[in-house]
């Protein structure tokens, strides 16, 4: 398998534009998991998907960003519109819950840049 | 709220040395304990991790000290190497299905 895949690797958008960053889980993995990484505030978990479904998005900032996840090999995050304040390097992860379960691999992430 | 509290924020140690990062948590629910290592351009990748039934897990150079009691864990890096430098998180989970990240800690080894 290849990993958690993410794209695109780097975005630079103008403020008010939409944005969306995508994410490849790995495949037969049931959690997936949305970060946004800052220097200020580390690693903040935004939403996690357990088999498509949104379980906790109490992390998303504000109603600016939203994410789907359509299908199990596949999720989005959008920011629309999107602000300076926005910029960091978005993470997905992927985990499987069975059997004890699995730790959260990661992908190498989107660094955003809104100017 | 901060779910896992990590200290210190950068660590600079000399080759040779001992590293050492602390981290604290609150829920007593939480059951797994890993420790993250992140290389500039990458994203983190699992080091080692610890469940709550055992006070101490070692890996190579990599060791997890866990006090239930005082509700801390904290990773020592034996034999410090500059390859060894990179930002470190500590992390806390429920049945691994979620999964709650300290600020991260940069070390730093100087040669």
């Known amino acids: 398998d290849a990993g958690v895949i993410q794209s695109p690797r780097h975005e630079v958008t103008e403020m008010g534009q939409e944005v969306t960053l995508r994410c490849k889980p790995i495949?037969?993995?049931?959690?997936l998991f949305w970060y946004r990484q800052t220097m200020m505030r580390g690693l903040e978990l935004l939403i996690y998907?357990?088999?498509?479904?949104?379980?906790?998005d109490s992390g998303m900032p504000e109603d600016r960003f939203s994410a789907k996840m359509p299908n199990a090999s596949f999720s989005t995050l959008k920011i629309q519109p999107s602000e300076p304040r926005d910029s960091a390097v978005y993470f997905c992860?992927?985990?499987?819950?069975?059997?004890?379960?699995?730790?959260?691999?990661f992908g190498q992430g989107t660094r955003l840049t809104v100017v | 709220q901060q779910q896992v509290k990590q200290s210190p924020q950068s660590l600079i140690v000399q080759k040779g040395g001992i590293s050492i990062i602390n981290c604290a948590y609150e829920?007593?629910?939480?059951?797994?304990f890993p420790w993250y290592q992140q290389f500039p351009g990458k994203g983190p990748a699992l080091l080692i991790a610890?469940?709550?039934?055992?006070s101490e897990k070692k890996e190579g150079r990599f060791t997890i000290s866990f006090n239930k009691s005082a509700k801390q864990f904290s990773l020592h890096i034996m034999d410090s190497q500059p390859g060894d430098s990179a930002t470190y998180f500590c992390?806390?989970?429920?049945?691994?299905?979620?999964?709650?990240f300290g600020t991260g800690t940069s070390l730093t080894v100087i040669p």
């Open positions: 998907f357990n088999n498509n479904v949104p379980i906790d």
């Open positions: 829920n007593t629910a939480f059951d797994y």
């Open positions: 610890i469940r709550p039934d055992v």
């Open positions: 495949s037969g993995h049931d959690y």
């Open positions: 992390a806390a989970s429920i049945a691994r299905n979620q999964f709650y």
């Open positions: 992860a992927s985990s499987f819950s069975s059997g004890g379960g699995t730790e959260a691999f």
